[in-house]
C-alpha cells in the first residue's frame, strides 16, 4: 500500500469494488497493530499482566489465526483440518493453553505469520467479486453471514484485541 | 436495525450503496459495545483499574464524544465550539480530566448520549451519497482522507475501545 493511501477508503487495484474497500480497511488496521509492536523483545512478548492475561505474542498470533480461520471458512468452506489446528488451535482459543504454549519467540516470528496469512487472503480476495462477498451461510445463533460481513469480523477482532495490546503495552514495567 | 441482519454487511434502506455498508459495520460494532455493559451500576462505570485507567464510563464518554467530533468535521466542515468543548472535551481528550469530571452517571446517562449522538449521524449519513464518501480533505501529516475513512475511523476506534471495556470488565472485582 502507498503510504500516501493509509487514510483512503476506496478502489484498490487488483481488487473489484466492494472487496478493494474491504481490503483498504484491513491494510489501516494491520498498519496501526504493526504500529505498536516497535522495539518488544521476547520477554515484553511473553509477559503476563496478570494471571488471567494473554500475551501481546499471543494476541498476535490470535490475530493470524482468526484470519487463517475464515480463509478455511470462506474461501474452502471448511473447518481448519488437524495439521493447521496443531499450528493454530492455541492461538484460536487464547487462555491457558496458549499462556503456556506460546512463549519464547520474537517479533519477527509473529509479524511473519501475519504477513504469511495475510499474503493469502489478499492472493485469494484478488480472485473473487462483489458477488462472493454478499454470499450467505448460517452463521451464530442460526442467522445468516455474508462473506462481507465475516470478514469485517476479523478486522473487527482485530482492533478489539489492537486495544488490548495497547493497554498492555502502555502499562508493561519492563 | 432487524436483528436477524445483525451478521450482514451490505445495502440498507434509506442510504445509498457505501453509506449502507458503511453503517451495517457501524451498527454492528455498536451492538457489541452495548453488550458488554448489562448490570453495570454508577460504582462499576466510575471504577478505574490503576492510575493510568479510563473508567468503562469515561471510555462510553470518548466513543461518543470521537463521534461528535467527525460529526462537526465532516458534516459541517468545523472544529467543535466552545459549548461542544465544554460537554464532550474531557472525554475527548480522557486521561486525568475525564479520570476527575467523568463520574457520577448511571449507565441510562451513557447509552441516552450515546443513542442521541448515532440519531443524528444516520440522519446526515441518510441525505449524503456515495460521491460524498469519497470526497477528500487534508488529515494527519498532510496526507489526504475521505470521508469513507473518517467514519470508518469512528468505528474503528469504538473497537479499540470496547477491547479496553472487555479487559476491564473481566478483570473488575465488585
Known sequence: MDARDLFL?????????QIGRLVSMMRY???TTLAELGGLG????????DGE????????SHIAAVETWYQAATFFGRDLDAREMEEWGAALDLGEKARSEIRGHDLAHYVDRLERVRAKTLEELARRDDAWLEEQSPFREGQPANNHF???HVFE???NHRGQIRWLRKRARW
Open 42 to 49: 521476547v520477554e515484553q512478548l511473553d509477559h503476563l499482566h
Open 150 to 152: 465475516k470478514w469485517f
Open 53 to 60: 492475561s494473554n500475551s501481546i505474542g499471543a494476541l498476535l
Open 157 to 159: 477482532d482485530e482492533l
Open 9 to 17: 477508503i476506496g478502489d484498490l487495484r487488483g481488487f473489484t469494488p
Open 29 to 31: 488496521v494491520r498498519h
